[in-house]
């Protein structure tokens, strides 16, 4: 069995509700079209300021998926 390689892809998701809810929305919008994903890292958290509180969260994370053996 060969050795597996990944490949990392940057992607930015928000959410008016929670930086975790950011981090899933984000995923589960990815695993529309990207397959094999395997781990993230969480890069960057921002916010946007609405009437003196948060009105939207916003998190920069890379995911890493595994590339598919050629058939």
Do not use: C, H, P
């Not at 990944?6 to 992607?11: A, G, P």
């Not at 995923?27 to 003196?52: F, N, P, S």
Request: hydrophobic share 40%; net charge negative.
């Amino acid at each position: 069995m060969a050795d597996t390689v990944y490949k990392m892809t940057e992607l930015t998701g928000t959410s008016s509700t929670s930086i975790e809810d950011a981090i899933q929305t984000t995923i589960a919008r990815a695993a529309k079209t990207v397959r094999q994903m395997r781990w993230l890292e969480v890069v960057e958290i921002r916010g946007r300021i609405d009437k003196d509180q948060v009105g939207q969260w916003q998190v920069k994370i890379n995911v890493g998926f595994a590339l598919e053996d050629e058939d």
